[in-house]
């Protein structure tokens, strides 16, 4: 799972100044690139967001 949280740590940095959509556009083409990962997308990006939230 952590791997996953990388990318879109990492995607998410890149894209701070960017609309909402424009980084979950962001972050699902990363993931599928790296990662091979579809339609769960949407999932992780929901994930990170809690796991991040908390961190903070």
Not at 11 to 37: I, P
């Amino acid at each position: 799972m952590e791997k996953y949280f990388e990318t879109i740590s990492r995607t998410m940095f890149h894209m701070k100044h960017k609309s909402l959509n424009e980084k979950r556009k962001a972050v699902r083409k990363a993931l599928q690139r790296e990662h091979d990962a579809g339609p769960e997308a949407k999932y992780l990006l929901n994930l990170w967001r809690e796991h991040h939230a908390r961190r903070l």
